[in-house]
């Protein structure tokens, strides 16, 4: 948690933004419901809680059964919760007051949980605009879509809230919320430099244990291990597989075994709940053959490329068409493709090797808001969102400003059902070599990925070190640490 | 996951149990929907899968996004789920179909997983009884009262099935399943044999990085980094605490600190989701002063009793009794209690100094069963649950039967606003001694559990081996292992 001045600070720059909004007198209120316990297996056996993102980031309190409401006319605020009894206590110790929690963040006005709910209800009936953001939890779901009286998939659509006789989420308290989330303040980049660091221990752990013999459960046992020791826990579900192929596996299975690659994409959650992401591909053997160091190498020259390119004023979009172009001349010149690199890159002949976008917004999130709409986070106005293969996939195209924090993820995977399915339907044009290809089938996949701030004149990677990525120096850590052990 | 026969045999039984109610030709169908992913901060990043118990003991398939419908009275067996897409393949993998899947668990129709909800709905609209189970996720809630046109608590309530104008849970189908799942059959005990293993190791890696100057959190994290390396993780939040006399201390911030004792309460559950769940107490110096041998034997020789008296035909309730005795009998030779006996195991003595019970069924739920009411799994129809502090909590008071699995936990702790409210009141009747007590409220509390598989002719302790309990050996184990590392 964070001094309550910058709370205090984030919901008045809020109030501003949506003042700026609606009509003076007839704004209505901004309503925030935090998250509940998620039961697991069963109501009281529950996942690790995790509080709504942007609860958190207004309102601060970490703990289920909040709710918070922002009065847009008057500029009131008030926090509902409930105070413990005996058996609270019994059970999880004597707690301070929901009132010494509210001087925490910087707010007056406390009532109990249930006052949330009669305050919404109020607010509506009396014909007072209610902006609320889209909901991801089933929980907060079903309580929103019962207090505004609206269906459960609207309370996870935005339309304007203003003069529209359907009821939605906000898409005026959407888009203020994403301006302010999206570029990072001091202090959030502190903690994302924190979670990098976890992130780091981690990887590093993992490759450590990377040995022929040992089942990839065990490695994701210690790197998950290291993110509980450290921080909240993973920043999403760690994938770490041999078959690097297939983005996101989390199926662990499998021997380490000589000859293949481990690709592990995993990050940490702070304890303040900010992420980190990172990918690195490992030989098993602690040495890559010559065909996997190839595409290797192509991999890492265009995670470079990125770094290089992203600054203040560049479309994150036109990064992703540049890599592309990049990975095409070097698949072209192991002569895996043929054609001028413009009109593959125009025909998103990329896609067929990399079926995902160049990065996405980090933050309280790993997939930064990715709940409030990808659209709305990741496209400026005047973008629209690609149907090609890769690019479509693209989550962050905007325009970088200082203060974004993005990923930087390149990766080549040959996945035997695309190649296929691109080879019978021709939608390669005529581009792709397939008989070269297809010695790749058993290949799997490569990616590796770092975490960038976009800064003033250009962008650091983010946490204290980076992880080896040169294939000469993985190798070189690698052999190192197999020694030692 | 099992061999088919398991999921076949386990079905007929419980065919025969529902045609056991009901009229012929009348019975209607039972239905099962598995669990989708929960959303940890946002659709997309979610929680580890964890598939809802019952399907999982009838069904076996371990993925979201499953249904199955059982026939009660032509006996047919549908399983509803989708098959996978290109992007599906691309993101997750190649998959087997969701027919060969139900080859699997010997069920040879399958439909997509819309037709679950299809055939709920035919069923209800043609006047068929519809059993379901009690819900837990908010997502099967809404849309069980959705199909079943109830209020969403009554998803979450049982009632009879038949001829009951208010549509609850079924009472008959949630009896017939608890009455399955109670008794442990070889290839599950197998499993939490394994699950144990699992948590001897967990508790073993904590007693070894238990050290002063070392933050809780970081044990917690070693703990968990076991699991997950060895089992799908742990089988619930771990309790890791030096306030021990917080039953549900969650929280892992402080230090260890020479003096204090660290309470933890933690289990494993296994790939195939069995549950493990044992509590030591710790010194946190290596040695327990005094003082804390003191109460530390207690509560271990309760622990022993309950492991002496379990066997088939008593009920735990009256172990739960037994234990309270015994601990009066330890405090009072302390001069912490004073009274006959018996007078204050009937006043609830014990209560104060244990504000739980004895223990509960343990198997694919760590409580197992929870979800389907504690009550309906834990008390015989002869019995009826009390209102004592303590007593009033304990989850299982059946009469003990050979294949039952429960934990055997007494504890003794010194919680300060439980002491005061009940000087206040006079809850006691005389029978404290709070001038003793009152020298204890810096002490924290201690909490000793093992997991128990009743047999033929007594009980046998769960797992391979059985953690050091007596407190010459948790002193004699930490002593070697700080001097090993």
């Not at 901004?30 to 809680?49: I, S, T, W």
């Not at 309190?61 to 206590?89: Q, T």
């Not at 581009?431 to 058993?442: H, I, P, Q």
Request: proline fraction near 4%.
């Amino acid at each position: 948690m964070f001094g309550k001045e910058i709370y205090v600070g984030r919901r008045k720059r809020l109030l501003e933004e949506m003042r700026a909004t609606g009509n003076d007198g007839r704004r209505g209120i901004a309503v925030f419901l935090g998250n509940v316990e998620a039961p697991q297996n069963y109501r009281g056996n529950d996942y690790k809680f995790r509080q709504e993102s942007s609860f958190l980031y207004f309102w601060g309190i970490d703990e289920p059964g909040f709710g918070a409401i922002l009065d847009l006319d008057s500029g009131d605020e008030v926090m509902y919760g409930n105070d413990v009894d005996i058996d609270d206590i019994i059970w999880m110790g004597p707690q301070p007051s929901v009132a010494s929690k509210g001087g925490l963040i910087g707010v007056d006005r406390t009532a109990p949980y249930l006052g949330f709910f009669e305050a919404v209800r109020t607010a509506k009936v009396s014909g007072r605009t209610v902006h609320f953001l889209p909901a991801s939890r089933y929980y907060n779901t079903m309580m929103l879509s019962s207090l505004m009286g609206c269906p459960a998939e609207n309370v996870r659509k935005t339309g304007p809230a203003y003069g529209n006789p359907e009821i939605t989420a906000s898409l005026e308290l959407t888009r203020a919320v994403i301006s302010m989330r999206l570029i990072k303040e001091a202090c959030e980049i502190e903690e994302i430099d924190k979670a990098c660091e976890i992130g780091w221990l981690m990887h590093t752990a993992a490759r450590q244990a990377c040995k022929p013999g040992v089942r990839e459960q065990d490695i994701v046992g210690k790197m998950e291990g290291v993110t509980i020791s450290k921080g909240w826990g993973v920043s999403f579900t760690t994938i770490l597989s041999q078959n690097g192929e297939t983005l996101h596996n989390h199926s662990h299975h499998q021997i380490i075994t000589p000859g293949r690659m481990l690709l592990i994409d995993a990050g940490a959650e702070s304890n303040t709940h900010y992420a980190s992401d990172f990918t690195r591909t490992l030989p098993c053997s602690g040495k890559f053959t010559p065909k996997q160091r190839e595409i290797y190498d192509i991999v890492a020259e265009c995670n470079e490329l990125a770094f290089q390119l992203a600054a203040p004023g560049i479309p994150y979009r036109e990064v992703h068409l540049a890599v592309a172009a990049k990975m095409l001349d070097g698949l072209k010149a192991l002569s895996l493709v043929n054609g001028h690199i413009d009109d593959m890159v125009n025909e998103g002949i990329a896609g067929m090797f990399m079926p995902h976008g160049l990065g996405h917004n980090m933050g309280i999130d790993v997939h930064d808001m990715e709940d409030l709409g990808e659209d709305l986070v990741g496209y400026d106005d005047d973008q629209t969102r690609a149907s090609q293969l890769g690019l479509g996939s693209l989550r962050m195209a905007r325009r970088l400003k200082p203060g974004h924090v993005i990923t930087d993820e390149p990766g080549i995977y040959f996945v035997p059902a695309l190649i296929s399915k691109w080879k019978e339907e021709g939608t390669d044009k005529g581009m792709v070599n397939y008989a070269a290809v297809e010695k790749y089938l058993d290949f799997g996949g490569i990616r590796l990925e770092d975490d960038l701030l976009i800064t003033e004149d250009g962008c650091r990677r983010l946490g204290p070190h980076r992880l080896p990525i040169a294939a000469d120096d993985v190798e070189a850590a690698m052999a190192s640490e197999q020694d030692r052990t």
